[in-house]
């Protein structure tokens, strides 16, 4: 640490031969203005501050031993010394740069100008010249006037016929290149009708196709309707008592059933609470899964009790013997041996 300070301490004394070059530099300036071909050696000069620059940041920090400790304040004005003296010396060499700049460019436009000048004395000079030398054949060339200008006409009068023909080659050009956009233009339009007659064909095509798929549909739905609203056996009154009586019977013997399986349930439940049971022997598990079992049967008896009363109210309606899937009619066979029976065999199968 104490090097490091000693480093920084020690920067800004070796940066002020820095600062001379570039006071040395703007007096190049000066001298450059007075004499432009002398410029090259104003460029190197703030070239050499590089390794200077250099060698001040690579130099290796000497540790000594009796070198002071500085506080921090003492370094923090010590960096900002040496930053200080850094931006100072970028600022000059920046400003002997613009200078030599501007100098460069004052001796261009310097050279410019009086070539400028030297061009114009020389176009002066020539063209008096000219002048002198025109006078000189004026007298030469006043007979041959003559016979150039009756040329220069026959010339004219050749080239104004020329010029004729090409008008009239280019016109036809036009009217032939306008007749052959006109009938492109015909022809594109007569494609565009015939793609739109096309169109216009196909839609209604499409429409009539459209019309005959809702027709389809709507037969469909009316069919559908009539199957759904159709009572397959509403004219056999003989076929519908029977099925009343059987599903009357059905419906008694299901009610009977249900009344002695409740029974034994509940008399399975007085058993169990009258009587201790070893549980070692599972004779209570046993006969609570035999009661569940029987009160499952007995829901099952009410759920075949409210289908035979739905069976029995479309008997009434005279639509029992109609299948709850496709609406088609249940044959009789099957009516008479399953009571009772919502599906044909078929949806049954699927299902």
């Given at each position: 640490m104490p090097s490091s300070v000693k480093k920084a301490v020690k920067t800004p004394v070796k940066k002020a031969p820095v600062k001379k070059a570039a006071v040395k530099g703007s007096a190049n300036k000066v001298s450059a203005k007075k004499t432009p071909a002398k410029k090259a050696p104003a460029k190197k000069a703030p070239a050499k501050k590089a390794p200077a620059k250099a060698a001040v940041k690579k130099a290796p920090p000497k540790k000594t031993a009796k070198s002071p400790v500085l506080s921090a304040q003492q370094r923090a004005l010590v960096a900002k010394r040496t930053a200080a003296a850094k931006a100072k010396a970028l600022a000059a060499a920046k400003a002997l740069k613009v200078r030599e700049d501007k100098a460069r460019a004052a001796a261009k436009a310097k050279a410019a100008a009086a070539a400028k000048l030297q061009k114009e004395r020389d176009a002066k000079a020539k063209a008096a010249a000219k002048a002198k030398a025109a006078a000189a054949k004026a007298k030469a060339l006043a007979a041959a006037r003559a016979q150039r200008e009756r040329e220069a006409k026959a010339k004219a009068a050749a080239k104004e016929r020329e010029i004729q023909a090409k008008a009239r080659d280019k016109a036809a050009a036009e009217a032939k290149k306008q007749r052959e956009i006109e009938a492109k233009?015909?022809?594109?339009?007569?494609?565009?009708?015939?793609?739109?007659?096309?169109?216009?064909?196909?839609?209604?095509?499409?429409?009539?196709?459209?019309?005959?798929?809702?027709?389809?549909?709507?037969?469909?739905?009316?069919?559908?309707?009539?199957?759904?609203?159709?009572?397959?056996?509403?004219?056999?009154?003989?076929?519908?008592?029977?099925?009343?009586?059987?599903?009357?019977?059905?419906?008694?013997?299901?009610?009977?059933?249900?009344?002695?399986?409740?029974?034994?349930?509940?008399?399975?439940?007085?058993?169990?609470?009258?009587?201790?049971?070893?549980?070692e022997d599972g004779s209570s598990v046993a006969s609570d899964i035999q009661r569940d079992q029987l009160k499952d049967f007995a829901t099952a008896l009410r759920l075949k009790v409210d289908e035979i009363d739905v069976a029995l109210s479309r008997v009434d309606d005279g639509s029992y013997g109609r299948c709850d899937e496709c609406y088609e009619p249940i044959s009789k066979a099957r009516l008479l041996a399953q009571l009772p029976v919502f599906t044909c065999v078929s949806c049954r199968a699927s299902v």
């Open positions: 233009r015909k022809a594109i339009e007569a494609e565009k009708l015939r793609k739109l007659r096309e169109i216009e064909r196909r839609n209604q095509e499409e429409l009539k196709r459209q019309e005959r798929r809702e027709a389809e549909e709507r037969k469909r739905q009316e069919a559908l309707q009539r199957k759904m609203l159709s009572k397959p056996y509403g004219k056999d009154e003989g076929f519908l008592n029977e099925l009343r009586t059987l599903l009357l019977e059905t419906r008694a013997a299901t009610t009977a059933q249900i009344a002695i399986t409740e029974a034994e349930a509940e008399e399975m439940l007085v058993d169990r609470e009258r009587l201790e049971y070893d549980d």
